[in-house]
């Protein structure tokens, strides 16, 4: 108990001591920390995609999909959107299915992604769910 009490009476000092106008950033460096942790996370999906995306590029099976409907996911990295597309895939002989995607897509590109057109994939032979456009 007395070791938790001379915190509180350092906290209270040190409190003190700050000028009034310093007051308060303590929440402004728990904010920077936040945004800090979140562009880790970011990064850390970001690898993981690219991950999956170097592994389906040598081992994935080869196929098309017709995209169906575009639907912008209000994310974007370098000013190019993030999208979600819903494709119908087919994958050699096999029935179409439905899956969706959502890859970041050029602003310059974006006109090729509309419902309708058709663009090369490749698909995890395991996970149908898990491709990769081009």
């Given at each position: 108990?007395?070791?938790?009490?001379?915190i509180r009476?350092?906290k209270?000092?040190?409190?003190?001591?700050?000028?009034p106008?310093?007051?308060?950033?303590?929440?402004g460096?728990r904010?920077?920390?936040?945004?800090?942790?979140?562009?880790?996370?970011?990064l850390?999906?970001?690898?993981r995609?690219?991950?999956v995306?170097?592994?389906?590029?040598?081992h994935g099976?080869?196929?098309?999909a017709?995209?169906?409907a575009?639907?912008?996911t209000?994310?974007?990295?370098?000013?190019?959107?993030?999208?979600?597309?819903?494709?119908?895939v087919?994958?050699?002989?096999?029935?179409?299915?439905?899956?969706?995607h959502?890859?970041v897509?050029?602003?310059i590109?974006?006109?090729?992604?509309?419902?309708g057109?058709?663009?090369?994939v490749r698909?995890?032979?395991?996970?149908?769910?898990s491709l990769?456009?081009?």
């Open positions: 108990m007395g070791f938790l009490k001379d009476t350092l209270k000092q040190a409190d003190a001591m700050t000028p106008e310093h007051r308060g950033m303590a929440g460096f904010a920077m920390r936040d945004m800090a942790s979140d562009a880790t996370q970011t850390g999906e970001m690898q995609e690219a991950a995306a170097n592994h389906l590029a040598v099976l080869p196929g098309r017709v995209i169906t575009i639907k912008d209000g994310m974007s990295v370098n000013d190019n959107p993030r999208v979600e597309l819903t494709l119908e087919t994958v050699g002989d096999k029935a179409p299915y439905t899956a969706t959502a890859p897509i050029s602003r590109a974006v006109a090729g992604f509309q419902p057109a058709t663009v090369p698909v995890d032979p395991v996970d149908e769910r990769i456009i081009g």
